[in-house]
């Protein structure tokens, strides 16, 4: 087990995301088969993967850039959607693919995908997270493709932080309690 120098176990390392990435990136061309799609990333957590995730794909893309402002429980009844810099009507008619960080209770991804079909009109609409903490569902929405599934653990690091903080680090990580 490796300790880094901040008190971290290493739970994936830079070298197995990059990994996995390039095979998740295979699977995600191969479903595309070359047709145009628009890649949202889903703020701050996911632009570490999505910036490594899309230089392996090889049809014709956008990005695009979305923030949640509340998180959590909330999100059913007050979430909201903040798009950045960006025309979110360039989804409709397009295949789209969202990309997250981590799906953990669920309710995030189910808020996303509800909001995006609710106001907009993809042609097809596909969920990619990094992590996935299956045990921790609370509902019944799984991604159509993920890189990891991980223990019900807190994990930081390659986008995911701990009140801001370790989203920097190249591989996800977390606290021995
Ligand atoms: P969900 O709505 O419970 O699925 O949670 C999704 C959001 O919670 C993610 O997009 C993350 O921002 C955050 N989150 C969940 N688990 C973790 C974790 O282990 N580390 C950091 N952020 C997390
Ligand atoms: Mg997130």
Redesign the pocket.
Known sequence: MITTANNLKVMITGEQIQERIKTLAYEINDYYNGEEIVVIC?LK?AVMFTVDLVKHLNMPLKMEFIKLSS??NE?TSSGKVQSFGAHLEEINGKKVLIV??????????EFLINHIKENYKPKDLKFCSLLN?KA?RKNSIEPDYYGFEIDS????GYG???EGYNRNLNYIGYKEV
Do not use: W
């Open positions: 889903v957590g998180y959590g999100m997250e960080d981590i799906i953990d209770t669920g309710l995030t991804a903490k921790s653990k807190f994990v930081v995911l932080d701990d």
